[in-house]
């Protein structure tokens, strides 16, 4: 499940789902999802795989804890963070309802 808001250290940061890829990058890019520092919001195409939709929510949601903590991480350490976080969670049963039963591939997403 990808909620609307996530609380992270207090702050709530808004979730936006969106099924056309081109809304997520803003109308410059079409993005998986992206990760607005300034506005504190995550996108999040959720027009594909429904897998998919969650790894990528995982992957921006690490880029907002990272700045939300001051955590300094690249973008292949945020993408490897997220898909083991998740694969962590699934094969250790900590899975939620309605969320994903294995890590989706790779894909494009920007920050
Ligand atoms: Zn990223």
Redo the contacts with the bound molecule.
Sequence with gaps: MIPDKIVIFGTTWRVIKSASREDVGKGDEMLW?L?DFSRREISVWTGGDTNDAQVTFY??LT?AIARETGIRMS?KD??LFAKTFVDTMLRNDLRLEGEPKKVGRARR???
């Design positions: 999802g990760c992957h921006e880029h973008e945020t993408d997403a920007k920050a």
